[in-house]
């Protein structure tokens, strides 16, 4: 089984520009969570979706990001109109979402490192 | 949210075990005890999980104290590739991992 891809690997954007992080679950897994980890720094929860739906999104900036886990395709974490602040390794994680919930556990891509020049 | 306490970091000899310790005295009944690690440039991994009795897999082991206010994660013999950030966490109904600042820990050749 192949585990959680994102893509790309590396992104460079200027100040402006939008980004556009992609993240394919393991198969069978309908549930997609995002985290941002600034340098030197912790995880930090941004958002956590099922198939279309957008479950908790109190990590999430109000401005500029967005994330989205279509019926069909990968999940995709948008961010419009990039600053300097954005430059993070962005992780993507999927789960089966197994009961109890206390019990379910995340399995994590290899990350998306987002530079802002 | 209910919140551990991790030392900052730790050292050990290769091939020797690490104990890894981590305090949780806020934690409730139902609050189950997670570990993942984070090897250099890659994405946290689960390793380990339990809620009252000690866990072993084929990673590590996971001592609970009797009280479940803290417990251990045990690497019985530690390898150069065990070099990594090392984050104990409380899960409970709540969807989301909320990962603190964890233990890096070093091992020496």
């Known amino acids: 089984n192949a585990g959680v891809m994102q893509n790309p690997r590396h992104l460079v954007r200027r100040r402006g520009q939008e980004a556009r992080l992609r993240c394919s679950p393991v198969?069978?897994?309908?549930?997609v969570y995002w985290y941002r980890q600034l340098p030197e720094e912790g995880l930090k929860f941004m958002v956590y979706?099922?198939?279309?739906?957008?479950?908790?999104e109190s990590g999430m900036p109000k401005e500029r990001f967005s994330a989205e886990f279509p019926k069909e395709g990968p999940s995709i974490l948008r961010i419009q109109q990039v600053v300097r602040g954005d430059s993070a390794a962005y992780f993507c994680?999927?789960?089966?979402?197994?009961?109890?919930?206390?019990?379910?556990?995340?399995?994590f891509g290899p990350g998306t490192r987002l530079t802002v020049l | 949210d209910a919140k551990t306490t991790q030392p900052n970091s730790m050292e050990s000899n290769e091939e020797e075990p690490v104990h890894l310790p981590c305090n949780h005295s806020?934690?409730?009944?139902?609050?189950?005890i997670h570990w993942y690690r984070q090897l250099p440039s890659q994405g946290p991994e689960y390793v380990i999980h339990?809620?009252?009795s000690n866990v072993n897999n084929r990673m590590a082991s996971l001592a609970i104290a009797e009280d479940r206010k803290s417990s251990t994660l045990i690497l019985h013999r530690a390898t150069l590739r065990d070099a990594a950030v090392y984050y104990c966490?409380?899960?409970?109904?709540?969807?989301?991992?909320?990962f603190g600042k964890g233990t890096r820990l070093h091992i020496l050749p």
């Open positions: 979706l099922q198939k279309e739906n957008i479950i908790d």
């Open positions: 198969k069978g897994h309908s549930h």
């Open positions: 966490i409380l899960r409970a109904l709540d969807d989301k991992i909320i």
């Open positions: 339990g809620l009252t």
């Open positions: 994680a999927s789960s089966p979402l197994r009961l109890p919930k206390e019990t379910d556990t995340q399995y």
């Open positions: 806020t934690i409730s009944g139902t609050d189950y």
